[in-house]
T-cell receptor
Framework: SQKIEQNSEALNIQEGKTATLTCNYT??????LQWYRQDPGRGPVFLLL?????KEKRKERLKVTFDTTLKQSLFHITASQPADSATYLC???????????FGKGTSLLVTP | GAVVSQHPSRVICKSGTSVKIECRSLDFQATTMFWYRQFPKQSLMLMATSNEGSKATYEQGVEKDKFLINHASLTLSTLTVTSAHPEDSSFYIC????????????FGPGTRLTVL
């Protein structure tokens, strides 16, 4: 069956450091992968989309890599700030090609 | 940017009653909208795909007669939880993709349903 795995343990880092979150998947051949941010009691907010033919994508302090051989995506936040504290979700398009299947998310806490 | 709204943001109802949740794309047209459910500390789970002017497609294990979906226009989809029970208490979130746009989905702020 299709699985999307993210670090289940919360990630605690110090302000200014780079946070790296991992998303691994099995039994998928996704055309693209997306990362979202979710704050408690709120809907997910889109951050980045990376396609299967792209290895890396950047947006301001965010960087996403996509390795279809390893079936893994890494999500980096450089110069992290306490405001970056949230849960980060990895999502892949499902069998329909458009609906998203989400990982459970990784909670990030950035301390001053 | 693309904005999706949901109403209500919170609802508390008695067991056996029905609850309607609205999802609107405010500044774009959405041919397809999606409904998700999220239990505490769990992932978002896709419930159904809602296509404008046609019947919704439900995921396996989701009762279509219990979760009624109507997508009457390109900017509005509704989810009605019929005969709600306490186990239906959850966070319901909709998303929409822009018609003719990229593969990005935009999510609503979610609706917290509590069934007593």
């Amino acid at each position: 069956s299709q699985k999307i795995e993210q670090n289940s343990e919360a990630l605690n880092i110090q302000e200014g450091k780079t946070a790296t979150l991992t998303c691994n998947y099995t039994n998928y051949s996704p055309a693209y992968l997306q990362w979202y941010r979710q704050d408690p009691g709120r809907g997910p907010v889109f951050l980045l989309l990376i396609r299967e033919n792209e290895k890396e994508k950047r947006k301001e302090r965010l960087k996403v890599t996509f390795d279809t051989t390893l079936k893994q995506s890494l999500f980096h936040i450089t110069a992290s700030q306490p405001a970056d504290s949230a849960t980060y979700l990895c999502a892949l398009a499902g069998a329909s090609g458009y609906a998203l299947n989400f990982g459970k998310g990784t909670s990030l806490l950035v301390t001053p | 940017g693309a904005v999706v709204s949901q109403h209500p943001s919170r609802v508390i109802c008695k067991s056996g009653t029905s609850v309607k949740i609205e999802c609107r794309s405010l500044d774009f047209q959405a041919t397809t909208m999606f409904w998700y459910r999220q239990f505490p500390k769990q992932s978002l789970m896709l419930m159904a795909t809602s296509n404008e002017g046609s019947k919704a497609t439900y995921e396996q294990g989701v009762e279509k007669d219990k979760f009624l979906i109507n997508h009457a226009s390109l900017t509005l989809s509704t989810l009605t939880v019929t005969s709600a029970h306490p186990e239906d208490s959850s966070f319901y979130i909709c998303s929409a993709g822009e018609r003719g746009g990229s593969d990005t989905q935009y999510f609503g702020p979610g609706t917290r349903l509590t069934v007593l």
